[in-house]
């Protein structure tokens, strides 16, 4: 009995100690450009994205909810859930990684340039992204995390039809930002 009551101390400290080490949002911003010059503007843009950051290891993930990508025009974002995303059978997108030599000493409000490394699985597809800068900044102990990266549509099993292919691009930039607060 002695033994278990130990066992349960030791772990509700180590969860205790854990969680003081993460950052966590979910109000991240994630945005996709796949325009071409002289045609409508194809970008959308999801306001609610969940990301956390283990600050002691430099761990980082993200989720991103398919359907809460926003456009310009509806018809454009009903295309982009039925007949790109598929947005029913593959709900969410989700990045895994671990951000190169992140440490918290040293920050303040002045950019500073760290590394990340991870797997970006979208559309039932997981690719490996490395070395992929990005700007960090902490104030008033929120950890304010942003980049972008350019990712290929048929890396993940995007095809757009020879009908639009003239009007979207196959090379999708994707821009992010999160304002991680201490959870």
Excluded: C, W
Excluded at 119 to 139: A, D, M
Excluded at 162 to 169: A, E, M, N, Q
Aim: hydrophobic share 40%.
């Amino acid at each position: 009995m002695m033994k278990k009551v130990t066992y349960l101390i030791l772990l509700l400290v180590s969860l205790s100690i854990t969680s003081q080490n993460r950052y966590l949002t979910k109000t991240g911003t994630v945005e996709f450009e796949a325009s071409v010059p002289s045609f409508e503007e194809v970008k959308a843009i999801n306001n609610s994205v969940t990301a956390i950051i283990n600050s002691e290891t430099g761990e980082f993930a993200a989720l991103v909810l398919i359907k809460g990508f926003r456009f310009k025009n509806a018809l454009m974002e009903e295309h982009f859930n039925e007949n790109y995303a598929e947005s029913d059978l593959y709900t969410k997108a989700t990045f895994k990684g671990k951000i190169i030599d992140f440490s918290l000493d040293g920050l303040n409000s002045e950019v500073k340039t760290f590394r990340l490394t991870g797997v970006l699985t979208f559309h039932g597809k997981t690719k490996k992204l490395e070395g992929l800068n990005l700007n960090i900044t902490i104030n008033e102990n929120i950890i304010t995390i942003s980049g972008k990266f350019t990712a290929d549509a048929s890396d993940f099993g995007i095809k757009i039809p020879k009908i639009v292919k003239s009007k979207i691009s196959e090379d999708i930039t994707v821009s992010f930002k999160f304002e991680l607060k201490k959870k």
